[in-house]
């Protein structure tokens, strides 16, 4: 096992990703990558490369990637799992994780974060501070549910989707992959195809 983790992305997301894996303490030295060259540290920890040195780093490190942005985020993860890096799963020392739930690699699960029984999250998901996911949810991979986001049971959310802080899911619904949940907006029912929607209940927004 490697003693020493690397987070790919030095800004506001990967500053919350190093806090978690500080908290955790399994790693000996943790570091990061990022593309601004001005940046040399961030959370007091050194800053050794771009995402181009990723490569250099295999062997020595597990690697993270800390960017909030879905779709950056699945394309660099793809990457790593094709040169075959050793991706962790971070959980905050004070989420709540119920019994059978699996959590795929490269998933971050935030401080106050309760995500309930025989729920599957799939890997590369943000699960973010304060989100509750009640049981039998299935979210499909490079979601990202943001702060005080709450699903309800038996909620399906397809891969790549982003609900916005706040937003509320009724038991039951579907939400399939592509969506956008504005913020502080409520799912009450199946949303069949892929945009952006917003307000108590959601519409979609047509431009």
Known sequence: MKNKLL??????????????????????????????????????????????????????????????????????????????????????????????????????VMAGAIVNCCTHIGKGCIVNTGATIDHDNCIEGFVHISPGAHLAGTVNVGKGSWLGIGSIVSNNVNIPKGCTIGAGSSVIKDIQEAGIYVGTPVRKLDY
């Open 7 to 108: 987070i790919v992305g030095a800004s506001g997301h990967g500053k919350v990703v190093a806090d978690i894996a500080m908290e955790i303490d399994k790693w000996d030295e943790i570091a990061f990558l990022d593309d601004d060259e001005n940046v040399k540290s961030s959370m007091g920890l050194e800053i050794i490369g771009t995402s181009d040195d990723i490569f250099t780093h295999i062997d020595e490190y597990e690697i993270f990637v800390g960017i909030g942005n879905n779709t950056t985020r699945q394309k660099i993860h793809g990457i790593l799992e094709r040169v075959g890096a050793n991706i962790p799963i971070l959980i905050h020392p004070k989420a709540v994780i119920g019994r059978q739930v699996e959590v795929g690699i490269g998933t971050v």
